[in-house]
């Protein structure tokens, strides 16, 4: 298993979301260090700050998209919602229980989570941001 990484062909060609991304990609990372040694017991509270990250990346994303006049940022804010609701549930199911989480399975799914949705539509932002 590998840890993310950002590389420039992720860049949506704003320094902003840029640079929330790699943070983001950091706390994926960091997340799964504490879910895969539940005796660190850090695995809550680092989904947790991830989850807050995420809410607080995805608000500015949204505000960044509406000023350059991305057509589709209500869509793109109802991805975003079902997002969060995946991985609070996922956090509350670890919390509950950590062993009800494994730790590669919560990998796998928050690294395609973010990963897929950067690549499928954080960038088609793109366009807009760099004409504006
Ligand atoms: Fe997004
Ligand atoms: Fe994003």
Do not use: C
Not at 38 to 44: D, E, M, R, V
């Amino acid at each position: 298993m590998s840890y993310l990484e950002w590389t420039p062909n992720l860049s949506v060609g704003s320094d902003t979301i840029d640079s929330q991304h790699k943070k983001l990609i950091e706390m994926v990372n960091r997340a799964f260090e504490g879910v895969r040694d539940p005796s660190l017991n850090k695995g809550g509270a680092l989904l947790a700050e991830l989850l807050d990250y995420t809410r607080f990346h995805f608000a500015e994303e949204e505000k960044v998209m509406k000023a350059v006049g991305f057509p589709d940022t209500d869509a793109h804010r109802r991805l975003h919602h079902d997002l969060v609701r995946q991985v609070t549930d996922m956090q509350r199911r670890y919390v509950a229980d950590p062993a009800a989480v494994p730790a590669a399975d919560a990998f796998k799914f928050l690294s395609d989570w973010l990963m897929r949705h950067i690549v499928a539509e954080d960038m088609r932002m793109q366009p807009y941001v760099l004409v504006g």
